[in-house]
């Protein structure tokens, strides 16, 4: 896919991007390259690939749903200055 310097400067245009006159023509080359690795990957057949969460064969080590921190709620709120219905209360900071 070819893209001329108009295109590049009305896609610039619709983005809000302010491009230096000299800035177009690398711009319009970059363009062109990632449009055309775009192309090459959809020209890929991929029919009957499953897809991958992750590019290596691994597997997520998972630890036991297991309970491992003691309550300490009592142990806790003993330290709060104010405290009513088993929260901390606050100075209040929004009017």
Same mark, same amino acid.
């Given at each position: 896919? @070819? +893209?001329?310097?108009?295109? $590049? /400067?009305? $896609?610039?245009?619709?983005?809000? +991007? !302010? +491009? #230096?006159?000299?800035? $177009? %023509? %690398?711009?319009? #080359?970059?363009? /062109? @390259?990632? *449009?055309?690795?775009?192309? !090459?990957?959809?020209?890929?057949?991929? /029919?009957?690939? @499953?897809?991958?969460?992750? =590019? *290596?064969?691994? @597997?997520?080590? +998972?630890?036991?749903?297991?309970?491992?921190?003691?309550? !300490?709620? !009592?142990?806790?709120?003993?330290? %709060?200055?104010?405290? #009513?219905?088993? *929260?901390?209360? $606050? =100075?209040?900071?929004? /009017?």
């Amino acid at each position: 896919m @070819s +893209l001329d310097q108009k295109t $590049v /400067e009305h $896609v610039a245009h619709l983005a809000r +991007l !302010e +491009l #230096a006159p000299a800035d $177009v %023509a %690398a711009m319009t #080359a970059q363009l /062109e @390259s990632i *449009l055309g690795m775009i192309a !090459e990957m959809q020209a890929i057949h991929t /029919e009957g690939v @499953s897809p991958m969460a992750h =590019p *290596l064969d691994l @597997s997520q080590r +998972l630890r036991p749903d297991e309970v491992t921190n003691a309550d !300490e709620r !009592e142990k806790l709120m003993a330290t %709060a200055p104010n405290q #009513a219905a088993g *929260l901390y209360l $606050v =100075p209040k900071v929004i /009017e």
